[in-house]
């Protein structure tokens, strides 16, 4: 069965501990709802910058799982920002991709190459310390402890159906700065 | 009556001693003496190469090469959020390649930015908005259009400048730039 960003969502949420999560686009409703009190901050307002947002954290909060929850539409938007990822080399940084092949939240259009483009082989060639693709949910459990733990940077290609929800289906939720404060708060204040 | 602009090439050391001194202020409490004092981020500028020269091998900061200015926002912020000090080296032309970035994260985010923005092609002595080049001419006309407090680094004497603007991205909450006027020296 095809698995959606809201099943990758809840297998995350469950698993979190003491990491930080960088959701975004269609997994934004999900995870807000999901995991209300997680420390997390949404790439909203600047599509494309959740890796690099995560990358940041990573730096900054090398005792902490960074999880970047991107799109495939996304990150081709700062498809570098694999090289940054793999130059800078997070040990602490697993980076999850869900390939759906369109840009859901802007009505399911193809992403350019979406029928042939592959993330992981595009994560290992810049450098990542490892990458892998799955494509259901049972081995997304099996693999998720291996992949939150293991020596980073990691990638991890889904390969998904769309989401239940959009940003534009289900809006609302914490203004971007208000995210940002909280999390600031949570983390210099700890 | 015009006054005649004194512009000159900064020497890289007075830059990075002034880098240094605005990240000093910012140390986080109990930071060990001998950690990096902050991270520069950069997506490399001709206009400061010296500077950039110098900051590779020094041991007191952490300097990252991102491949894109939107990139060095977004990292820029996670650090920041994290509680590192840290700024961003760019060019003029990375500054207008950024601004959806710059306004989603350092101005709705409300994240402290500081940029030292180099204009490469700035003839000396001339005003910006006299310039034959639109990367110099448009610099400070985009930068007030998002009202991003700025100045700029004409001579040695405005070194200062950089720590104020630095420390006022910290209390404002948003981005603050200093422009690099001539190419950094030796």
Not at chain 1, 78 to 100: E, W
Request: a negative charge.
């Amino acid at each position: 069965m095809t698995m959606t960003p809201e099943d990758v969502v809840r297998v995350v949420a469950e698993m979190q501990g003491e990491g930080i999560v960088v959701p975004t686009m269609t997994t934004v409703p999900a995870w807000r709802t999901t995991a209300p009190e997680a420390a997390s901050v949404a790439c909203v307002g600047f599509m494309g910058g959740a890796s690099s947002l995560g990358l940041g954290l990573a730096l900054a909060e090398p005792g902490r799982r960074i999880v970047v929850l991107d799109g495939d539409g996304s990150l081709l938007m700062q498809l570098g920002s694999l090289a940054t990822v793999a130059g800078a080399a997070p040990k602490n940084y697993t980076h999850v991709v869900m390939a759906n092949g369109v840009y859901h939240t802007s009505g399911s259009q193809g992403i350019p190459a979406g029928d042939r483009i592959d993330f992981e082989g595009l994560a290992r060639s810049a450098g990542y310390a490892h990458a892998e693709t799955i494509d259901n949910l049972e081995d997304f459990r099996i693999r998720w402890p291996e992949l939150l733990t293991r020596e980073g940077p990691v990638m991890v290609q889904l390969i998904t159906g769309e989401a239940e929800l959009t940003p534009m289906t289900a809006p609302g939720g914490k203004p971007f700065a208000q995210q940002v404060a909280e999390l600031r708060e949570k983390l210099q204040g700890a | 009556m015009t006054t005649e602009l004194r512009t000159e090439s900064i020497p890289a050391p007075l830059i990075v001693e002034a880098l240094k001194d605005a990240f000093r202020w910012e140390r986080p409490e109990g930071r060990p003496a001998t950690s990096p004092l902050g991270w520069v981020l950069t997506v490399p500028d001709t206009h400061q190469r010296s500077v950039l020269r110098l900051l590779t091998d020094d041991p007191d900061i952490r300097l990252l090469t991102c491949s894109t200015e939107d990139e060095a926002n977004a990292i820029a912020a996670g650090l920041s959020i994290g509680g590192e000090p840290v700024l961003m080296l760019i060019q003029h032309a990375g500054l207008y390649a950024s601004v959806n970035t710059l306004r989603g994260v350092a101005m709705d985010g409300r994240v402290p930015s500081f940029y030292l923005i180099g204009l490469l092609g700035r003839q000396p002595g001339q005003e910006l908005s006299d310039s034959r080049s639109s990367m110099v001419r448009y610099a400070e006309p985009l930068l007030e259009t998002f009202g991003v407090p700025y100045a700029r680094l004409e001579n040695a004497d405005d070194l200062p400048r950089i720590a104020e603007y630095y420390r006022l991205s910290r209390e404002q909450m948003g981005p603050t730039a200093v422009l690099v006027g001539l190419e950094t020296g030796e």
